[in-house]
């Protein structure tokens, strides 16, 4: 039972740190607030106007007696009331109004009701509380005559609930305003750093970020700032190495072709030199591999030209590009993105005589599908072929000459962009390769 009620408040309960410390400030405030109110209207509003009301009905019942036993001196008897208790007296034979001039949530209402038929009986009493601003209309019935009376309202309800609902409900307001704008500027900071550290996984370079706010955040901050430039550092001298590796390595695979070339038995040269090439393009790939995360800026890509320029290099005639009249656009770094598209296009060309990309605009996602009509891969090893240096050689390798890299670094990549990448079976038999990417 608590267990689901634990989760019932979990799943009502906003999830963003803002409005979370927002109820905490907020709530006692409004919670003080109503209880005070309440107090205050049911015992010391209610039984204030109770008894104000009371009194006016005492007052109103003692006219119609005196009235009934001396009806001579009308004229002193109305400017009597008139002039000390400002009453407006008039005394006809009208008959009662056919309406109700009562209003049925209205408390003063109410109370009026109550003390006007425990006086007067039913049927005997009629009265409108909205029909003047600052006065009360009141007629009684006493034998075949009708006592009409205007009384101001203060003898009737207390005016001081609107002051005292003002005072309590404006100093409340204000302190949650107050409240609103430091909560604000306390969670700003937060939100600067989720944000940089959402670039971060995209791969992109947060050199611009500044600490700011409370310690703890700042501290947070701090690390998060020391923990990037580390990663970038050792990005970097791990992509310098390879480099320099790779320059190392071409110079003596550089002599060798020049010795082989010098060389008079063609069989024998000919072999080395496939082997030498194949070396270079196994060389090319570990560093391409590497610099998969190389320091590049992030800017708006259209998607649709971005593909459409893809095929217009690789193949036309081969490759059909379908995007439903759609124009999408993303961050993202352009030649990471084009690099890893023609990797998976140049794959089914390779392996297959067509290629289909359909472009899709999703919710906040951009979907890209990309299918072939060649021998395809086996489902279980969907999974394998992202792991670096793998090659599937039983029905289809994604990279003949190459060392098994290439849809490492598309996921690589794919990933780095805040997407995700996925393997099916094509509608013609061949491969399938879902990606999608947020906008």
Do not use: C
């Amino acid at each position: 039972m608590f267990s689901g009620l634990n989760k019932f408040i979990k799943y009502i309960l906003p999830k963003r740190l803002f409005y979370r410390a927002l109820i905490i400030v907020a709530a006692p405030t409004i919670i003080l607030q109503i209880i005070i109110t309440i107090v205050f209207y049911d015992s010391i509003w209610i039984k204030a106007n109770k008894n104000i009301t009371r009194s006016l009905v005492a007052q109103l019942k003692a006219i119609e007696e005196v009235y009934q036993n001396d009806k001579k001196n009308l004229d002193f008897f109305t400017d009597s009331y008139r002039n000390n208790f400002n009453f407006e007296i008039g005394i006809n034979q009208n008959e009662f109004p056919n309406y109700s001039g009562e209003r049925k949530f209205s408390p003063m209402d109410r109370s009026l009701r109550r003390e006007l038929k425990s006086s007067f009986g039913n049927n005997n009493y009629w009265f409108n509380t909205s029909k003047f601003k600052n006065a009360v209309e009141i007629k009684i019935r006493s034998g075949d005559d009708v006592l009409e009376f205007l009384v101001p309202k203060e003898m009737v309800s207390t005016s001081s609930v609107r002051l005292f609902v003002l005072w309590t409900t404006l100093p409340s307001l204000v302190l949650i305003i107050i409240a609103l704008i430091f909560l604000k500027n306390q969670t700003k900071p937060l939100v600067k750093l989720a944000k940089a550290a959402e670039r971060f996984g995209k791969g992109d370079y947060v050199n611009d970020f500044r600490a700011s706010g409370s310690q703890e955040i700042r501290k947070a901050a701090f690390e998060f700032d020391r923990m990037a430039k580390r990663i970038n550092r050792h990005l970097n001298q791990r992509a310098e190495m390879l480099s320099g590796i790779s320059h190392d390595l071409r110079t003596p695979l550089t002599r060798l072709k020049l010795q082989l070339a010098m060389l008079k038995q063609k069989e024998i040269t000919e072999k080395m030199s496939k082997d030498i090439d194949e070396m270079e393009k196994m060389l090319n790939d570990y560093l391409q591999f590497a610099k998969t995360q190389a320091q590049e800026n992030t800017t708006k890509i259209n998607l649709n030209r971005l593909l459409n320029s893809i095929r217009n290099e690789l193949s036309k005639d081969k490759i059909s590009l379908s995007n439903n009249n759609t124009e999408i656009e993303l961050s993202g770094r352009p030649t990471a993105l084009k690099r890893s598209f023609e990797n998976i296009i140049q794959n089914g060309l390779i392996y297959g005589n067509k290629v289909n990309v359909d472009i899709f605009k999703g919710n906040n996602r951009a979907l890209i599908t990309i299918e072939d009509d060649g021998p395809g891969i086996p489902e279980d090893q969907y999974k394998n072929v992202f792991k670096p240096f793998f090659r599937l050689d039983k029905s289809r390798s994604l990279n003949k000459s190459g060392v098994g890299l290439g849809l490492a670094i598309v996921e690589d990549i794919i990933n780095s962009h805040g997407g995700n990448i996925q393997l099916g079976k094509s509608r013609h038999n061949g491969l399938q390769v879902k990606i999608s990417l947020p906008f």
